[in-house]
């Protein structure tokens, strides 16, 4: 059974950082591709970042780019989000999710496996 656990989540200020974990098993972890996504209350789930299963390409919502950075240890079985210069609109929920398929022209993500989520808040 595929299990992704995320960690790392929490409470942060304005202009902080934090990094989330997503540590996967029940699978082979490098044929997959990777997600992050987000969602915060009222809101429907918004893409983040992904990275192909070699780590090599990447994608990023306009929201979070030059601030996040998508990043995998295939030894690990593990994908990162570093999130630097945090705002309070980064607060949500953040998902990691997997996918069999990566559109190398896109950022196109289907996940075929999900996270049960780690809560990040900023604070203003």
């Known amino acids: 059974q595929v299990q992704l656990v995320e960690s790392g989540g929490g409470l942060v200020q304005t202009g902080g950082s934090l990094r989330l974990s997503c540590r996967a098993s029940?699978?082979?972890?490098?044929?997959?591709?990777m997600g992050w996504f987000r969602q915060a209350p009222g809101k429907e789930r918004e893409f983040v970042a992904s990275?192909?299963?070699?780590?090599?390409?990447?994608y990023y919502a306009d929201s979070v780019k030059g601030r996040f950075t998508i990043s995998r240890d295939n030894a690990k079985n593990t994908v990162y989000l570093q999130m630097n210069s945090l705002k309070p609109e980064d607060s949500a929920v953040y998902y990691c999710?997997?996918?069999?398929?990566?559109?190398?022209?896109?950022?196109?993500?289907?996940?075929?496996?999900w996270g049960q989520g780690t809560q990040v808040t900023v604070s203003s």
């Open positions: 029940g699978r082979t972890f490098s044929s997959d591709a």
């Open positions: 990275t192909s299963s070699s780590g090599t390409r990447r």
């Open positions: 999710a997997a996918a069999s398929t990566w559109y190398s022209n896109s950022p196109r993500f289907e996940a075929n496996y």
